[in-house]
């Protein structure tokens, strides 16, 4: 069985929260946090890593775009969606150069929530534009945060091949140590030879 994907929704409005939780069940092979603002979601995200983030754009406090710069420049790797009845250019464009996955406007559909997770975890990851990531604030995460899944996968399958890894260079090892004498062998009597 695959393992659950973590979506953290960041959200002022229950509504939305409750309908993240429906849509996105674990049935369906995903987890759903919910908060109810920036500071709560980056929280959260200290404690804690997450496949894919949604926010909302008007939130009291810190807005929906400042928290993807910051996602972003903690996390490059780590897909935002911004969700809003709000959406200006100007956002569009903020969001957009911060790396933000996907730019979704309410109301949600289940079938825009169900398509916009899918899309943003198949979809290669953007990365923000430098002035962006050098601008934002930059919160720290713990090692556990950091690592991906890919790397996990990557270190369990070099895990399992290692012990045939080293097997082949044992049963190896022979033969091209012959090899390397007869080799410098041959070399030594061609340079012995005598010139008639």
Known sequence: MSALRKVLVVDDDAVVGKSFNRVLSEKKGYVVTTVENA????????EQSFDVVFTDIKMPGMDGVELAERVKASQPWTPVVIITGYGTSENEARAKAAGVSEFVRKPLSPEMIEQSAAHALCTPVATPAPEVAADAA???LPAAAVARPESRIKNIALFLAAPFIGLAYAVMLPF?????????GVQALSRKAPKE
Do not use: F, S
Not at 39 to 46: C, F, S
Not at 176 to 183: E, L
């Open 39 to 46: 500071h709560e979601a980056l929280k959260q995200m200290r």
């Open 138 to 140: 930059v919160e720290e």
């Open 176 to 184: 091209v140590g012959m090899v390397m004498i007869a080799k410098i």
